[in-house]
């Protein structure tokens, strides 16, 4: 699991958080989920399989989040994958998950017949099954999270990889198929939500665009300079911003200590920035390195590889690169 994974599902494990995204991305904004009716359960799967000399080892599998919402004494499990990169073999991946999660519940509901004291299955198809007529599974509804750059162009059912060349009608009605739900983190409207998710994605929706992003943080400076440091430290890795991750703002202070601003924190990215160009300028010659400088953001910004600048001012080696590419 990479950091920004591991930042995101540890961000979307909140249940306000894990809550509003299903209201807003599959109810449309309504608050049909209520996070005190969600509640933390496995998000490991163990199975024994044997290896290619015929022994048992343990092959374990992890959801990124998962919980249970309870309505009126019932449950229903919801989970989220994150993807930052498009998988061709995402239907099948969430499927497993899924067959996974139904077989863990009907082994626990087999074990709990099986050590029960009356032996309550009757001989026959209950005793086989192991499990009753009225015994029922939990369902499982699975949606991925697509935090990666454009759209979702990959495969949204199972049956998008399957060659049905041979399938005739008939047969190709009785194929099962198993439909992807996925959620474009870039699609979302921020101002439907009322979390960190609101800043979240606005800034990710807005890094490779400066104007932009300075209006974003100027309309939401006040929750913006009152984000707790994991939702801070998630934004700056999703967005590649590094400077902001140790900037601090001295006089910004609460009753839970120093928060980060990250509204200062850009100006003095961008600040720095200039400083460098201009030191820059000094080593390759004033304005012919300034010119070149200047030419090369422009274009950065003009092809939406904003984000680059930065990387671009501090490293030499990736600034040559850079000149060499657009030929300047």
Known sequence: MGKVNHELCYFLNRPAVFAELFNVAIYGGREVIQKENLADIQRTYGETLPDRYGKKRRKIRERDVIKALCRDGKYVRLAIENQADLNYCMPLRCLEYDVEDFARQLRRLRRHYKYKADGSLRPGVEYLSGIKATDKLIPNITVVLYHGKGCWNAAQRLRDMLDEGALDERLGSMHMDYKLHVINLNELNEELFQT????????????????????????????????DDDLHDLICTMAGIKELIVKTDENERTDRGERLNMCKAWEDMKADCRARGKEEGKREGKKEG??????????LYQDGRGAEVPKAAESTRIRNRLYREYGI
Do not use: H, P, T
Not at 198 to 227: A, H, S, T, W, Y
Not at 290 to 299: D, F, K, P
């Open 196 to 227: 960190g998710l609101r800043e979240l994605i606005g800034i990710i929706k807005c890094v490779d665009d400066k104007d932009r992003m300075q209006r974003f943080i100027e309309n939401n400076r006040e929750r913006i300079m009152r984000m």
């Open 290 to 299: 300034e010119a070149r400088m200047s030419a090369l953001i422009i274009r």
